[in-house]
């Protein structure tokens, strides 16, 4: 819109350009901030900001986070935990290499992608998918140990 015809302009000469006398065009008439979401500014806070208020859910008391801290690791990316030298070692003896994913970060073993067919290992987690506890028990021959404390120990030998 141009200058002139913008109401600013048409109020020139008007004292006070429409803002009034007493309260003049200062301070906060609406309140500060998110004041009156509830009263005088639902319509806003009900158009632009839908479930701004109220609660969903229900509340967990005491929730203890590290109950719930469980990082995961795939099947597939057991054989990188391996490193190179423990690789060549367990060759030479003819022994099935210990992965404890723990060490690695990880609490629980998931059953996405495939096992390597030409390596065996044993694995050690706190927590097993049913999906990678499958996958391990028909990848062949195997053994299965259950540890006494809170770490389950799967283990598959091939030949």
């Not at 200062?26 to 309140?31: A, F, L, N, Q």
């Not at 609490?107 to 987690?125: A, D, R």
């Amino acid at each position: 819109m141009t200058t002139r015809l913008k109401k600013n302009r048409k109020k020139r000469g008007h004292v006070s350009a429409g803002h009034g006398r007493i309260g003049k065009h200062r301070k906060h008439p609406g309140g500060r901030g998110n004041a009156g979401g509830m009263h005088h500014h639902r319509i806003l806070f009900d158009k632009y900001h839908p479930g701004y208020f109220g609660k969903v859910g229900m509340r967990y008391f005491h929730k203890l986070r590290n109950k719930f801290y469980s990082p995961i690791v795939n099947i597939d990316r057991l054989a990188s935990l391996i490193p190179q030298e423990v690789k060549d070692k367990a060759l030479k003896e003819k022994k099935a290499p210990v992965i404890d994913v723990t060490q690695h970060g990880y609490f629980k073993l998931l059953g996405k992608g495939v096992l390597p067919q030409n390596q065996s290992f044993v694995v050690k987690t706190k927590l097993i998918s049913k999906i990678a506890e499958k996958k391990i028990k028909e990848a062949g021959p195997l053994r299965i140990y259950y540890a006494v404390c809170t770490s389950f120990i799967v283990g598959f030998e091939q030949g």
